[in-house]
Nanobody
Framework: QVQLVESGGGSVQTGGSLRLSCAAT????????MGWFRQAPGKEREAIAV????????YYADSVKGRFTISRDNAKNTVHLQMNSLKPEDTAIYYC????????????????????????WGQGTQVTVSP
């Protein structure tokens, strides 16, 4: 069973940058698509970035496209989210997720009807962006 731990969150001013990391345990990590989600108080959970098992396909939500970059290093069992040009509306708890479907492109992480039955979640890390 894969376990995920996020780190790298914190407080930053508008326009600043943060780099989130997700450390994974489990030998099957390299076969799972991975994603980053976020949830702000009173808001719905939002998928913001997904990367396929091989790292050759990525997805970004329109709200973060051009500002955030997802990457993975299967040899190190890590996934990262580089966040640049941060805005106050980026304030949220950020969660790392693994899709429990080997060799997937990550489509189940992007499907609200399937994500909860398919995903393994980290505990989350807080990101706060001040104006």
């Amino acid at each position: 069973q894969v376990q995920l731990v996020e780190s790298g969150g914190g407080s930053v001013q508008t326009g600043g940058s943060l780099r989130l990391s997700c450390a994974a345990t489990g030998r099957t990590f390299g076969t799972y698509a991975m994603g980053w989600f976020r949830q702000a108080p009173g808001k719905e959970r939002e998928a913001i970035a997904v990367i396929s098992w091989a790292g050759d396909t990525t997805y970004y939500a329109d709200s973060v496209k051009g500002r955030f970059t997802i990457s993975r290093d299967n040899a190190k069992n890590t996934v990262h989210l580089q966040m640049n040009s941060l805005k106050p509306e980026d304030t949220a708890i950020y969660y790392c997720a693994a899709e429990r479907s080997p060799f997937s492109q990550g489509s189940r992480l992007l499907d609200p009807q399937k994500v909860d039955e398919s995903a393994i979640w980290g505990q989350g890390t807080q990101v706060t962006v001040s104006p």
